[in-house]
């Protein structure tokens, strides 16, 4: 009797692998594997005798200064001054930044008004404006705090403006057609649509404002890292140099890390490459 094959006789079906796109599966605390290489590098370089102990001191002396500048105090004492210059710049500029591109998101006047001054300061670097400063507010601490926050602002305005402007129309339209009030819109749609960019911005905000802290501290300052180097400096002590140097990269490499934490719960509900 004649018929059709069975289903355990006919052969099997390949199964086709899909193949995947994307950076892959996070590892934790994958972050920290550049600089460990970076270390590793330059801990076998100094070991080789390929670094000149002159030019660049290696990492067991950088260690054992970082342990006598802590055990005297002079450590802690700048890297704490620091990081009130580089926080009061950050809150100042991330409130100005967002205040204004709020302003000039929101209303067609306060575009007119407010963008284009900021472009300007945009193309005008802090440290030109430096001597200007110096003439107006002294070589305090104001001044210092005050270089940092235009940096800061400039970034915020930027990227937190971009976002506003770049929300889709029509969710505007989907929320003037559901009649929500102007609060209701603000939290439901500008808000969500915003907060992207402004994170973007708030990480360079962060980069920004120790950009601005470097500057500050070596120009008429006498106290903070940037003091502590130029001090090293004119004594050719590289490894206070290199100290300096790494209590700098240590603040960056943390703060924008918790930059990205805090993004990463905020905006947990995104679907992207970095999730």
Known sequence: MRGTPSAAASPPTARRVRRRLGPGRRVPFGRLLGPVLLIAVWWAASALGVLDPRILSGPGTVLSTAGDLVSDGRLQDSALISLQRAGLGLFFGVVTGVALAVVAGLSRLGEYLVDGPLQIKRAIPSLAMLPLLILWLGIGEQMKVTVIALGVAVNMYINTYASLTGIDSRHVELAESLELNRW????????????????VGLRLAVTSSWLGLIVVEQINATSGIGYMMFQAQQYAQTDVIVVGLVVYGVFGFLSDALVRAVEGRVLAWRRTLAS
């Open 184 to 199: 209701q819109f603000l939290r439901k749609v500008v808000v969500p649509g915003s907060l992207p960019g402004f994170f």
